[in-house]
T-cell receptor, first 116, second 112 residues
Framework: DAGVIQSPRHEVTEMGQEVTLRCKPI?????LFWYRQTMMRGLELLIY??????IDDSGMPEDRFSAKMPNASFSTLKIQPSEPRDSAVYFC????WGVGANEKLFFGSGTQLSVL | GQQLNQSPQSMFIQEGEDVSMNCTSS?????WLWYKQEPGEGPVLLIA?????ELTSNGRLTAQFGITRKDSFLNISASIPSDVGIYFC????????????FGGGTRLMVKP
């Protein structure tokens, strides 16, 4: 199993540009999560999907952030327009039957985003 | 919102030493998980705990689910250089949907 695949691994962009992060969850997993990691705030849950449907997006910072999951094998996180304070590592993670007893969360390798 | 307080924030130890870190919360959790994150990678699950008082080992790692269900501990025995990384605790409550709450992490550095 290839695990959770994220692309790109690194993204450097200028303030105001649109950024799209991509994720392919583990096949068969029905939950997908987007996290953001910074030194100041640690790991923050942004949004999660169940069976391609967004369940909780209360962690999305503001309207500049949007996430979609058009099918079971693909999700995107978009920032438009990007700002320097969006610089962070963005992780996608997936799990089966959600996260709870007997369930485990598998993380991708992350996208390191730098907004100049 | 609920928070997990993880300590220490960082540790710099000599190879061969034992390591202890812990996570505390003001809220009860029904599942505790410990993850390790290596540079440039995402967190990887080390140990999962599902029952208060449970003590679980994974090689040189041992984790315990606190009796009060408000804390958890991770111990690493006889540390080696490849133990370097950031260790995260995470808790889950049955009535919290499918969300985990993560601690701030303990950065472990091991001197050969």
């Amino acid at each position: 199993d290839a695990g959770v695949i994220q692309s790109p691994r690194h993204e450097v962009t200028e303030m105001g540009q649109e950024v799209t992060l991509r994720c392919k969850p583990i096949s068969g997993h029905d939950y997908l999560f987007w996290y953001r990691q910074t030194m100041m705030r640690g790991l923050e849950l942004l949004i999660y999907f169940n069976n391609n449907v967004p369940i909780d997006d209360s962690g999305m910072p503001e309207d500049r952030f949007s996430a979609k999951m058009p099918n079971a094998s693909f999700s995107t996180l978009k920032i438009q327009p990007s700002e320097p304070r969006d610089s962070a590592v963005y992780f996608c993670a997936s799990s089966f039957w959600g996260v709870g007893a007997n369930e485990k969360l598998f993380f991708g390798s992350g996208t390191q985003l730098s907004v100049l | 919102g609920q928070q997990l307080n993880q300590s220490p924030q960082s540790m710099f130890i000599q190879e061969g030493e034992d390591v202890s870190m812990n996570c505390t919360s003001s809220s009860i959790f029904n599942t505790w998980l410990w993850y390790k994150q290596e540079p440039g990678e995402g967190p990887v699950l080390l140990i999962a705990l599902y029952k208060a008082g449970e003590l679980t080992s994974n090689g040189r790692l041992t984790a315990q689910f606190g009796i009060t269900r408000k804390d958890s501990f991770l111990n690493i025995s006889a540390s080696i250089p490849s133990d370097v990384g950031i260790y995260f605790c995470a808790g889950q409550r049955d009535n919290a949907g499918n969300m985990l709450t993560f601690g701030g992490g303990t950065r472990l550095m091991v001197k050969p």
